[in-house]
Nanobody
């Protein structure tokens, strides 16, 4: 199983970034895909989840600034982040709760993370 996150970088406050997570080895169409983040010295927290094509859930701090989406054909999940703030600085992780091919049970998988730095 592979979850490869990309798109992080340095951006000024008020700017935008788009994160992407490419997956392999899971049954993507039925997977619950999420983005988490972890800032230095803080616990990892949920940013957004998408289940199926239309069930989305966001952390309270998002407040309409971020949008999660998925492309089942490309097996990717994206996170469009607008109006970024310095407090959004963190390592962002892709997460999947999914079944692997040939397996009946669901497992949780993590990507390697991509660093987002928002300067003031």
């Amino acid at each position: 199983v592979q979850l490869q996150a990309s798109g992080g970088g340095l951006v000024q406050a008020g700017g935008s970034l788009r994160l992407s997570c490419a997956t392999a080895g899971i049954i993507f169409s039925t997977a619950a895909m999420s983005w988490y983040r972890q800032a230095p010295g803080k616990q990892r927290e949920l940013v957004a989840t998408i289940i199926g094509g239309d069930r989305e859930n966001y952390g309270d701090f998002v407040k309409g600034r971020f949008t999660i989406s998925r492309d089942n054909a490309k097996r990717t999940v994206n996170l469009q982040m607008n109006s970024l703030k310095p407090d959004d600085t963190a390592v962002y992780y892709c997460n999947a709760r999914a079944r692997r091919y040939g397996r009946s049970n669901e497992s949780e998988f993590w990507g390697q993370g991509t660093l987002v730095t928002v300067s003031s």
